[in-house]
């Protein structure tokens, strides 16, 4: 029973260009989140997800992030014209709603921008 | 503005002792409230989790103790291993919200052999 899977797990990408991060939720699990983490910190809500819904986007930058759960293949978060302060590690968890509110965890993308 | 703290950074206990972790928030909107456990370089891991009906739910080492009134919460894990040793975060929800979690900043446990 595979777990949330992300990929890639490490990216480097330099000033200006596009990251894209990809999540697969555990089989079963309809809702995805995703959270940043930036160095001694907590990890930060970004944005909740349902096929091909976007449920709650109040942690998301205004300008340059998007994501999307399409209705077949991962999720994705995308990052246009990254700048240093993108460096972080993001977070995806899924759960199966239907009341259940614990989150599964992802091993997460840390992101480097040089 | 932290709605949910963890107020020490770190906790240091040795094996067989109780190691007791801390929370507290200040949104009484939160109603059902979690804890994870991270490694470095991976991703958290759930522990253990209470509505805010109970003020206790215990699952095996660990037990959660929640106290509405003065909006905090502990976690309990007796006896402590080796491998407890981590970083241990507090995370709160609303339930009938958007289920996002609000995290605290994290406490590291490390527990001596």
């Known amino acids: 029973n595979a777990g949330v899977m992300q990929n890639p797990r490490h990216l480097v990408r330099r000033r200006g260009q596009e990251a894209r991060l990809r999540c697969s939720p555990m089989?079963?699990?309809?809702?995805v989140y995703w959270y940043r983490q930036l160095p001694e910190e907590g990890l930060k809500f970004m944005v909740y997800?349902?096929?091909?819904?976007?449920?709650?986007e109040s942690g998301m930058p205004k300008e340059r992030f998007s994501a999307e759960f399409p209705k077949e293949g991962p999720s994705i978060l995308r990052i246009q014209q990254v700048v240093r302060g993108d460096s972080a590690a993001y977070f995806c968890?899924?759960?199966?709603?239907?009341?259940?509110?614990?989150?599964?965890f992802g091993p997460g993308t840390r992101l480097t921008v040089t | 503005d932290q709605q949910v703290k963890q107020n020490s950074p770190s906790l240091s206990v040795q094996e067989g002792r109780i190691s007791i972790l801390n929370c507290d928030y200040t949104?009484?909107?939160?109603?059902?409230f979690l804890w994870y456990k991270k490694y470095p370089a991976e991703g958290p891991t759930f522990l253990i989790s209470?509505?805010?009906?109970?003020d206790k739910n215990e699952d095996g080492r660990f037990t959660v103790f929640l106290n509405k009134s003065a909006k905090h919460l502990s976690l309990h894990i007796v006896p402590s291993q080796p491998g407890d040793s981590a970083v241990y975060f507090c995370?709160?929800?609303?339930?009938?919200?958007?289920?996002?979690?609000?995290f605290g900043k994290g406490t590291k446990l490390t527990v001596n052999p």
């Open positions: 968890a899924s759960s199966p709603g239907r009341g259940r509110f614990e989150q599964y």
């Open positions: 089989k079963g699990h309809s809702h």
């Open positions: 997800l349902q096929k091909e819904n976007i449920i709650d």
């Open positions: 949104n009484s909107m939160f109603d059902y």
């Open positions: 209470i509505s805010s009906i109970k």
């Open positions: 995370a709160a929800t609303l339930q009938g919200g958007s289920e996002k979690l609000v």
